[in-house]
């Protein structure tokens, strides 16, 4: 199986700036796709970034221009660097890795809590 663990979240400020990282380890094959989620409470999940094997990315519109997400293969590591935060970014965001083991499967990390104040 595979294991996330994240760290990074926290309280800061509007404008201010956090990065998040999520360390996967276990038994598995690969890595492919890597990404964050959030869930702000009384919304839906919704997808933040992602990046695949090759390093191609994709953002949502709320955060691309302020977001950066990246990875190190060699620490099966995908990180965020959150700048210039808004309160609307206050969540849990959630990293989220398809790891293929005997199948192609999506784990989920156990969500870490960004609180933006204003």
């Known amino acids: 199986q595979v294991q996330l663990v994240e760290s990074g979240g926290g309280l800061v400020q509007a404008g201010g700036s956090l990065r998040l990282s999520c360390a996967a380890s276990g038994t598995f094959f690969r890595i492919d796709t890597m990404g964050w989620h959030r869930q702000a409470p009384g919304k839906q999940r919704e997808l933040v970034a992602q990046i695949t094997t090759g390093r191609s990315t994709n953002y949502a519109d709320s955060v691309r221009g302020r977001f950066t997400i990246s990875r190190d293969n060699a620490k099966n590591t995908v990180y965020l660097q959150m700048n210039s935060l808004k309160p609307d970014d206050t969540a849990v965001y959630y990293c989220?890795?398809?790891?293929?083991?005997?199948?192609?499967?999506?784990?989920w990390g156990q969500g870490t809590q960004v609180t933006v104040s204003s």
């Open positions: 989220s890795v398809q790891a293929r083991t005997t199948y192609l499967g999506t784990y």
